[in-house]
C-alpha cells in the first residue's frame, strides 16, 4: 500500500499536466495496473475520465511492450530448437540436451494457467486473469504458449478497457458521493 499512496501523493504535488502521466506510469506497474492506477488518479484529484484513460494507455503500453518481447523470444527459442533438431537428424543422432526441470512453485503456476487457457482459451484467460494475476503474467503466458501476438493484444485491450472502466466508475462515484 506504500507504493499506492507515494502514487497519490505524487499525483497531487505536481502539476495538472503531469498527472496523467503519472497514473499512466502507475498503470504499466504489475499489481497496481489499469484498476489501480485509475483508483490512484480519481482519489488525487484527477478527473476520472481522465485519469481511465491514462491508466488504460499505461496499462495496455506495458503489456503490449511485454508481448511483442516475448513472442519475439519465444520465435528465437523455437526457431533455435528447430535449428539444433535440423543438425542432430542430419548428423546421425547424438545426446539431445535435457532440459532444467522447472521449480515447483513455478511449474504448478505454469500447469494452472495451462488449465485455465484450456478451458476459457484466450478471451476468458484474458477477461479473469486480472483476477488472480496481473495482465502483464496473463499476456506474457500467453505469447510464451504461442498464441498470436494480434490476439493477445486484442483480447488484453478489451480486458484492460473493461476492468479500468468498473474501477473508474465505482470510486468516481464513491468519490463524488463523498465530495
Given amino acids: 500500500m506504500n507504493l499506492i499512496e507515494t502514487f497519490q501523493g505524487f499525483v497531487a504535488q505536481v502539476p495538472e499536466l503531469v498527472q496523467p502521466l503519472i497514473v499512466a506510469l502507475a498503470g504499466a506497474i504489475p499489481f497496481i495496473e489499469g484498476e489501480g492506477a485509475v483508483s490512484i ?12 484513460i491514462a491508466a488504460i494507455v499505461g496499462n495496455f503500453l506495458c503489456v503490449a ?9 519465444r520465435t528465437a527459442i523455437v526457431n533455435r530448437n528447430r535449428s539444433r533438431e535440423a543438425v542432430l537428424a542430419g548428423t546421425g543422432g547424438g545426446a539431445v540436451e535435457s532440459i532444467p526441470a522447472e521449480s515447483e512453485r513455478g511449474g504448478a503456476r505454469k500447469e494452472k494457467f ?3 487457457f484450456e478451458r476459457y482459451g484466450v478471451p476468458g484467460v484474458s477477461l479473469l486473469g486480472p483476477l488472480l494475476l496481473p495482465t502483464q503474467f496473463t499476456a506474457t503466458m500467453l505469447a510464451a504458449a504461442g498464441v498470436g501476438k494480434v490476439r493477445i493484444l486484442i483480447w488484453q485491450a478489451v480486458a484492460i478497457v473493461g476492468w479500468t472502466t468498473i474501477v473508474a466508475v465505482i470510486v468516481g462515484s464513491a468519490v463524488y458521493a463523498i465530495r
Wanted: proline share 4%.
Fill in 41 to 52: 488518479g480519481i482519489i488525487g484529484g484527477i478527473h476520472p475520465v481522465v485519469a481511465a
Fill in 65 to 73: 511492450v511485454l508481448v511483442i518481447a516475448s513472442s519475439g523470444a
Fill in 114 to 116: 495451462q488449465r485455465a
